[in-house]
């Protein structure tokens, strides 16, 4: 919440948005290459020919703007981000505005993904402003960098209904005001700065609470009210997946000390929610994947862009959906996304792209990019690319095909989708085949030869953009999905393509003589030192593939990279992690990043990294960072326990005893390990005890897993709580047993 200071000074600032002066006659300029056609961002590379005279952050930008005494413009924002584009068409490209910013301001670009925290802090303010974010985020700022007014999007005209000052309205109105009342303007904003930052020390929890699983059975309890059967989301639209939630969920219903009644609804809602989006817009049925997510409340509209880590983390629940259901239709929707990361997504040397853009051309000699054109479909671009009426009538009813197209009216319509539909499911494949008098045998294999053949006219069409930046941080969430569900569908591709993303960090985006981490790769490494969620992230993908290939490497570099991340942002006072390093390049304080988003956030991840390290290497000082992570922001899941399920599932290796599970197989006789890979459990270890280099390493930490071994020569298990074990298991149904014994 805002803090009442901040909320007083906000009061004040928000003063620039009264009406001021008429726009003043704008300069020419001309559209030759700026500076930004010098970064490696595909974002800054996109606006290289702007007119405005833009600057990528740094020290040149802010000595240019001390020394003319100018109101810098910050615009933050992603390669592909829709509004980002049109507002970079509308505006960004105008050479009158242009024009404008060029002698009023000094303008700078920043690519939210290169420079994560430069974006979280400005965010943060306009957040506290407006009451809401979003990109392109635009921001005003003193050439001491501290803001005084920001926004996200702003129309160059009121063509589209906007109401209220347009984007050349306010420049001409911020530019006065820096003209006419300069020293109150820099007073607002140290004023700003100084409540942002009181604000951001008072996050902590100020005493020790009870960590039990009470705190997740409130959290089931909020997600229960919150659920809409109706639509199988938690809102009214946009709608993101938020993965995060729903595998909190499934493994919420194994935690046994919740209500038999409780744990069995937190199943049915996480179920009913993966079916709506697995069968909604906003799961691409041709090509495999996810797309960010939907303008309407009903998963049906999507906002057509697909990002690396909305792949990632949905990938990894449909896994815990299959763990926890053995339902194939999970299985299958895994099958589809991984494919599509490996297919489209993947760079030959093994690192994940970031993303694919929303909108692009409807065809070669288009002039104009259209959101959706690569996805959607006419009635005449579905006969023609079918070619047979059969085809096209299953297709037309399977995916709710209208004549004029299918994207809802009102507040959730988009222009440009008028005439075209988008590919969901509202009917069973008996539903069609009793609507067109055809069994439901012949329905599936017709669908089956419909997806390929839209999948292969849709080869023809120009493909939107890619992001071909490797983001260290978003390629350990593939990591962990692709590990994850390699390991549980006995699937060695996965688990391959897993370790290639690995070893590309390793070869380019890591200095192991100082332990630390870059934060992407674009044709080079950046310069940019990476966060603390890329050593969150990266992390917990290197213990999720160590469980999937037995190779103790990944232990071994996990546990230097969590070494690295206290060394560079634990904060030993309160506990927990900074986002990133102090630095005189951000005034702000530095910030926890506690809730999470469309992926969990990063001190939730660390928190379970740090107990799953403790467990490996018998750490004590890891557990206890970890408890005190945890505990950090208990008081916040209190108040808002919807918004951290990822801190409540790291809480559970901290509130119950962690299981270990050792697996010493036989060589020649059947693996114990799937049984365990296909359980769904929520604080779990595995750790490889045969007889090769795994057992070697793990038994210079652990005693007890020296005296592991198959028994009477058959594969063996040795299921334990707090290394206090179970009698061995030597069959996969006495493992079964066990496991089962644990949730049930």
Not at 331 to 342: F, G, K, M, N, T
Not at 457 to 467: E, T
Request: hydrophobic share 40%; glycine share 6%.
């Amino acid at each position: 919440m805002t803090n009442p200071r901040f909320r007083t000074v906000l009061a004040i600032a928000a003063g620039v948005c009264l009406p001021l002066a008429h726009a003043a006659e704008p300069a020419t300029t001309d559209a030759k290459a700026n500076r930004l056609a010098n970064e490696q961002s595909p974002y800054l590379i996109q606006h290289a020919y702007n007119p405005v005279d833009w600057y990528p952050w740094g020290d040149e930008a802010f000595e240019k703007a001390k020394a003319e005494g100018k109101i810098v413009l910050l615009s933050v924002g992603y390669s592909t981000c829709h509004w980002c584009h049109v507002m970079n068409r509308e505006s960004f490209s105008d050479p009158d505005i242009a024009a404008y910013l060029n002698e009023h301001f000094v303008c700078i670009k920043v690519d939210r993904e290169e420079r994560p925290d430069v974006d979280s802090v400005y965010m943060n303010f306009v957040q506290q402003l407006t009451g809401s974010g979003g990109w392109p985020l635009n921001v005003w700022l003193t050439p001491e960098r501290k803001p005084f007014f920001g926004g996200t999007y702003f129309p160059p005209d009121n063509r589209r209904g906007h109401r209220g000052a347009t984007f050349p309205e306010l420049l001409v109105r911020i530019q006065e005001m820096w003209t006419n009342d300069r020293e109150s303007m820099i007073e607002r904003s140290e004023q700003i700065v100084a409540a942002l930052n009181d604000a951001a020390t008072q996050n902590a929890s100020d005493g020790e609470f009870d960590l039990g699983t009470h705190l997740i059975a409130d959290a089931v309890a909020a997600f229960q009210e919150a659920f809409n059967e109706r639509t199988g989301a938690f809102g009214t639209g946009p709608n993101f997946p938020s993965a995060a939630n729903l595998s909190f969920l499934l493994k919420s219903s194994v935690v046994k000390e919740l209500p038999k009644a409780q744990r069995d609804e937190a199943r049915r809602i996480a179920l009913t929610s993966l079916d709506a989006i697995a069968a909604g817009g906003i799961h691409d049925h041709i090509g495999g994947g996810f797309h960010r997510y939907t303008v309407d409340g009903e998963w049906k509209l999507p906002h057509f862009e697909k990002m690396l880590y909305d792949q990632a983390t949905l990938i990894t629940a449909y896994t815990h959906a299959w763990q926890a259901t053995k339902n194939d239709a999970y299985r299958s929707i895994v099958d589809s996304a991984v494919q599509y990361l490996l297919r489209d997504m993947r760079l030959p040397q093994g690192g994940f792209y970031s993303a694919e853009d929303a909108e692009s051309y409807e065809s070669a000699d288009a002039e104009e990019k259209r959101e959706g054109a690569f996805y959607v479909w006419s009635d005449d671009e579905l006969a023609k690319a079918l070619g047979d009426d059969s085809l096209v009538a299953i297709a037309r009813s399977y995916y709710s095909f209208q004549e004029n197209g299918n994207a809802p009216h009102g507040p959730f319509s988009i222009e440009q989708l008028k005439g075209y539909n988008t590919l969901r499911i509202e009917k069973t494949m008996t539903d069609v085949g009793q609507e067109l008098d055809r069994p439901e045998s012949e329905i599936e294999s017709k669908l089956a030869q419909i997806n390929a053949a839209l999948f292969d006219a849709r080869k023809n069409r120009p493909r939107p953009h890619l992001d071909d930046k490797i983001i260290t941080a978003w390629n350990g969430l593939a990591i962990s999905a692709l590990a994850l569900a390699g390991q549980t569908f006995s699937n060695p591709r996965y688990i391959e393509a897993a370790a290639q993303a690995a070893r590309f960090i390793e070869k380019n985006l890591y200095h192991p003589e100082s332990r630390s981490l870059v934060r992407l790769y674009r044709n080079s490494p950046s310069t940019v030192a990476a966060f603390t969620d890329d050593y969150a992230y990266l992390i917990q993908g290197l213990l999720d593939l160590y469980e999937a290939d037995a190779q103790p490497h990944w232990l071994q570099w996990a546990n230097d990279l969590q070494t690295a991340q206290i060394d560079l942002f634990y904060d030993d006072a309160q506990g927990g992690f900074f986002s990133f390093k102090a630095s005189d390049d951000i005034v702000f304080a530095q910030p926890k990043d506690n809730f999470d988003g469309a992926i969990p956030s990063a001190n939730s991840v660390s928190a379970k990294n740090l107990a799953r390290l403790g467990q490996y290497f018998d750490n004590e000082d890891f557990s206890e960072k970890a408890l005190q992570s945890v505990r950090l922001f208990t008081a916040a899941t209190k108040d808002a326990p919807m918004r951290m399920p990822a801190l409540l599932d790291a809480a559970l290796f901290v509130i119950k005893k962690p299981i270990q599970i050792v697996i010493a197989d036989q060589p020649d006789k059947e693996s114990l390990a799937p049984i365990v890979a296909t359980t769904l459990l929520p604080n779990r270890l595995i750790l490889h005890a045969n007889a090769g280099p795994s057992q070697e390493f793990l038994g210079k930490h652990l005693e007890f897993i020296r005296s592991a071994r198959p028994i009477d020569g058959a594969s063996t298990a040795y299921v334990c709580e707090n290394f206090v074990c179970q009698l061995p298991a030597r069959s996969p149904d006495a493992l079964a047993a066990q496991l089962n014994g644990l949730v049930e």
